[in-house]
């Protein structure tokens, strides 16, 4: 995105919060580790994208755990190698080779999307299903140039109903661009995020900061 050279190297990820879409709610939410409860982030929301990259996460009925995956840049270049926390491997490979097994273990595809806020917190905010379907209109016909100079907005949802199922989905727009000042809050959030990306990627480590799901969080992890 123009941020993120991957030049210096630390263990310690920096990121804040771990936002997920609660559709019910339409409303973000992410897991407090120190309360060891599920807090919710109510709308607006106003960020700008640092990087975006791929993973998976899910449920596992047959281990009544969590499953999720390394992170990956490329998704049709790079391996996922897809764990429940139990520590079991359900599959590795490019996600065109394990999304069968992967679909059929409880795992979905996640969107994962690097950014910091207007406040200057560095988040990382979880998209799947049909909010990813969503992602991708903002960012179509060359729009995604946009992302590294403006900041995005969420400040409301939209209604949808698959079926008998009603769900929604956070509506994404383009903002202002960054001031100077604004671009060196985010230059300097950028670099500590790069520093900790470096030594995920050489060393494949996890992500620390993942939630382990329950069993209200798995009937949420429906494609839409």
């Given at each position: 995105m123009g941020f993120l050279k991957r030049e210096v190297t630390t263990t310690t990820n920096p990121t804040s919060k771990f936002l997920e879409w609660k559709s019910n709610n339409k409303s973000f939410s992410y897991y407090d580790k120190e309360a060891k409860q599920n807090v919710e982030v109510k709308l607006p929301l106003t960020f700008i994208v640092l990087e975006e990259y791929h993973k998976i996460s899910g449920f596992s009925?047959?281990?009544?755990?969590?499953?999720?995956?390394?992170?990956?840049?490329?998704?049709g270049a790079e391996e996922m190698e897809v764990k429940t926390f139990k520590?079991?491997?359900?599959?590795?490979?490019?996600?065109?080779?394990?999304?069968?097994?992967?679909?059929?273990?409880?795992?979905?595809?996640?969107?994962?999307?690097?950014?910091v806020t207007k406040e200057g917190e560095l988040i990382n905010i979880s998209l799947k299903g049909a909010a990813v379907s969503?992602?991708?209109?903002?960012?179509?016909?060359?729009?995604?140039?946009?992302?590294?100079?403006?900041?995005?907005?969420?400040?409301?949802?939209?209604?949808?109903?698959?079926?008998?199922?009603?769900?929604?989905?956070?509506?994404?727009?383009?903002?202002?661009?960054?001031?100077?000042?604004?671009?060196?809050?985010?230059?300097?959030?950028?670099?500590?995020?790069?520093?900790?990306?470096?030594?995920?990627?050489?060393?494949?480590?996890?992500?620390?900061?993942?939630?382990?799901?329950?069993?209200?969080?798995?009937?949420?992890?429906l494609d839409f």
């Open positions: 009925d047959s281990d009544q755990t969590g499953i999720y995956s390394n992170e990956v840049l490329q998704i520590g079991r491997i359900i599959s590795k490979g490019l996600y065109k080779d394990i999304k069968g097994a992967v679909n059929s273990a409880g795992g979905n595809y996640h969107k994962s999307i690097y950014a969503k992602w991708s209109k903002l960012v179509e016909k060359g729009a995604w140039k946009r992302l590294s100079d403006e900041w995005i907005s969420i400040e409301s949802a939209e209604d949808h109903k698959k079926g008998m199922v009603k769900y929604s989905t956070p509506n994404f727009v383009f903002n202002t661009s960054l001031s100077d000042a604004e671009f060196k809050m985010v230059e300097a959030k950028a670099a500590e995020l790069e520093n900790y990306l470096t030594t995920y990627f050489a060393k494949d480590v996890v992500v620390e900061d993942v939630a382990e799901l329950d069993g209200v969080e798995a009937l949420e992890s």
